[in-house]
């Protein structure tokens, strides 16, 4: 489901807002700064915005895993796409940390030692 959100949310509700969010989407196409993404940073929240010089920069040195662009205008496919990706690196983040967590590879281990224990 897509909740879009015009109005101003007031500071004390910010992050009921941004924890909630799946996806913070900034639709300027023009910017010279955002607090939001930034903002979006800080709760580590993926955002996806216009693809300009500005928000190249930011993503370059601050958010290559949160930060997504778009060209041209927004619209349904490019926020679906977006929430896609995010997803597909979710579950790839997940597998990895549940394939090769340390509690895993602890288990592996003893299992192995007791199998080698008892083919003596």
Do not use: C
Request: hydrophobic residues 40%; glycine residues 2%; aromatic residues 10%.
């Amino acid at each position: 489901m897509i909740k879009i959100i015009t109005k101003h949310i007031p500071d004390n509700k910010l992050q009921v807002y941004f924890k909630s969010a799946n996806l913070i989407i900034s639709p300027y196409k023009e910017v010279l700064n955002s607090g939001l993404i930034f903002l979006s940073l800080t709760f580590k929240k993926p955002i996806l915005v216009p693809n300009t010089k500005t928000f190249k920069e930011i993503k370059k040195d601050n958010g290559k895993n949160l930060i997504y662009m778009y060209h041209g205008s927004i619209n349904k496919s490019k926020i679906e796409k977006t929430l896609n990706e995010i997803k597909r690196k979710n579950k790839i983040k997940y597998l990895s940390h549940s394939i090769m967590s340390w509690k895993k590879i602890a288990i592996l281990t003893i299992d192995a030692y007791k199998e080698v224990l008892n083919a003596k």
